[in-house]
T-cell receptor, first 115, second 114 residues
Framework: DTEVTQTPKHLVMGMTNKKSLKCEQH?????MYWYKQKAKKPPELMFV???????INESVPSRFSPECPNSSLLNLHLHALQPEDSALYLC??????????????FGPGTRLTVL | DAKTTQPPSMDCAEGRAANLPCNHS???????VYWYRQIHSQGPQYIIH???NNETNEMASLIITEDRKSSTLILPHATLRDTAVYYC???????????????FGKGTHLIIQP
């Protein structure tokens, strides 16, 4: 099973709201990722968690706050977003093995609209 | 990770083989070639990856040239459901110093014609 689940599928929020995106995997993967994809553009990396610790932050504004409560769960907390933050937010996970390749498996994404 | 170059779009007739090229002339010895596809508004789907040997799975075949500077993804019998953006990505093997993200290029928009 290579399933990564994301909730909600769609989210509409105002600029003063606080909301959270959730991602879950049960493949025993130890690395999890958030990507952002604007319309007609490729996905861009936002954050990487490795063994539940934040290892990469691609200079993402602080209005995006990631959290990894355990090895299966990844959240993205949203606060005071701007309309230009409207995008498809993708979660991915991978096994973290020093010797082999780390194929990343993606969830279906959350379509976020900021009004 | 090495940069990749792909044609922006391609057409293929339904039932025919779709051959998607990718150039990665600066690939280094420990870097793998990965292919993903993304059907409209869905998450990217892993297709196949390889290091230097040709690979085949239930979805596709991957042909890597001997000098590893280019590769071709082959969908043997394309269907309308194969219409998607196909991304060729080069990345190092193993997590050594830790997991890192994928760097997506613009990909190839493959359109399967009925």
């Amino acid at each position: 099973d290579t399933e990564v689940t994301q909730t909600p599928k769609h989210l509409v929020m105002g600029m003063t709201n606080k909301k959270s995106l959730k991602c879950e995997q049960h493949m025993g993967h130890r690395a999890m990722y958030w990507y952002k994809q604007k319309a007609k553009k490729p996905p861009e990396l936002m954050f990487v968690y490795s063994y539940e610790k934040l290892s990469i932050n691609e200079s993402v504004p602080s209005r995006f706050s990631p959290e990894c409560p355990n090895s299966s769960l990844l959240n993205l907390h949203l606060h005071a977003l701007q309309p230009e933050d409207s995008a498809l937010y993708l979660c991915a996970s991978s096994q973290e093995s020093p010797w082999g390749t780390d194929t990343q498996y993606f969830g279906p994404g959350t379509r976020l609209t900021v009004l | 990770d090495a940069k990749t170059t792909q044609p922006p779009s391609m057409d293929c007739a339904e039932g025919r083989a779709a051959n998607l090229p990718c150039n990665h002339s600066t690939i280094s010895g420990n870097e793998y070639v990965y292919w993903y596809r993304q059907i409209h508004s869905q998450g990217p789907q892993y297709i196949i990856h390889g290091l230097k040997n040709n690979e085949t799975n239930e979805m596709a075949s991957l042909i890597i040239t001997e000098d590893r500077k280019s590769s071709t993804l082959i969908l043997p019998h394309a269907t309308l459901r194969d219409t998607a953006v196909y991304y060729c990505i080069v990345r190092r093997g193993g997590s050594g110093g830790g997991a890192d993200g994928l760097t997506f290029g613009k990909g190839t928009h493959l359109i399967i014609q009925p």
